[in-house]
């Protein structure tokens, strides 16, 4: 992503990528790029090979939207092996969390003796 800033007021600073504005107005200029096809599978690819249990709800989100924003079927279809495999690591990991809170709760219900 390109991201080009131009700050003319001195009373400006910049923390974490967030403007924080102390004293008076800052103009700021940002250019963004769009993503071509290709960036668009390269990302969602990204998004299935960095996934994580706790990431996967926002991966899979965003990998949609980005499918979404393809213009034909036939990019659509490059990225239907990394959309299919997000949603598979969705499913398990959902059934995985399931069977850890049955068997917690089955653990928490048994009376001790």
């Known amino acids: 992503m390109e ?3 131009n700050v003319t007021n ?3 600073r910049i923390l974490n990528a967030e403007f924080d504005v102390l004293r008076g107005d800052c103009n700021l200029v940002m250019k963004l790029r769009m993503l071509s096809s290709d ?3 390269n990302e969602i690819r990204r998004l299935y ?3 994580t249990r706790d990431s996967i709800a926002a991966d899979l989100a965003k990998a949609l ?3 979404k924003s393809m213009a034909s079927e036939d990019e659509r279809e490059r990225a239907t092996v ?3 495999g997000l949603a598979q690591m ?4 959902a059934r995985q969390l399931n ?3 049955a068997k917690l709760k089955t653990q928490k219900s048994k009376p001790k003796t």
Request: net charge negative; charged share 35%; aromatic share 12%.
């Open 65 to 67: 939207d980005l499918l």
């Open 82 to 84: 990394y959309m299919e």
């Open 99 to 101: 069977k850890q809170r």
């Open 49 to 51: 090979f960095a996934a």
């Open 3 to 5: 991201l080009a800033l």
């Open 10 to 12: 001195s009373e400006c």
């Open 39 to 41: 960036d668009k599978l």
């Open 90 to 93: 969705r499913s398990d990991w």
